[in-house]
């Protein structure tokens, strides 16, 4: 079973979107969620992530002060807040799990840290 992500759309630039994504999978032993995105011919890179214990947040210098994640440990869900959207955010956002994330950005940024991923929600921002 994938992660179950959703929320994405068209939006105008300065606007706000919200994403969800859901792990049925997971269980006490998972670590962390993390949001990644890959836009037209352009390599997929590390948004922002958050440890389900103590709610710890890694995010990416481009959406730093925009863009929050957030947890409800209840509903197994992650949350991403997307503020002030600008055009070059246009991307396919993909959500992943991590069972184990080792300490440091450049552990929680690599892909290979995550162990299952979802399928992608497209945002495009026009200007």
């Known amino acids: 079973v994938q992660l179950q992500a959703s929320g994405g759309g068209l939006v105008q630039a300065g606007g706000s979107l919200r994403l969800s994504c859901v792990d049925p999978?997971?269980?006490?032993?998972?670590?962390?969620m993390g949001w990644f995105r890959q836009a037209p011919g352009k390599a997929r890179e590390f948004v922002i992530a958050?440890?389900?214990?103590?709610?710890?947040?890694y995010d990416a210098e481009p959406v730093r002060g925009r863009f929050t994640i957030s947890s409800d440990n209840a509903k197994n869900t992650v949350y991403l807040q997307m503020d002030r959207l600008r055009p070059e955010d246009t991307a396919v956002y993909y959500c992943?799990?991590?069972?184990?994330?080792?300490?440091?950005?450049?552990?929680?940024?690599?892909?290979?840290?995550?162990?299952?991923w979802g399928q992608g929600t497209l945002v495009t921002v026009s200007s």
């Open positions: 992943a799990a991590a069972t184990v994330l080792a300490n440091g950005f450049k552990n929680v940024a690599r892909e290979m840290s995550y162990n299952y």
């Open positions: 999978r997971r269980t006490s032993s998972n670590n962390a």
């Open positions: 958050i440890r389900w214990s103590g709610g710890i947040m």
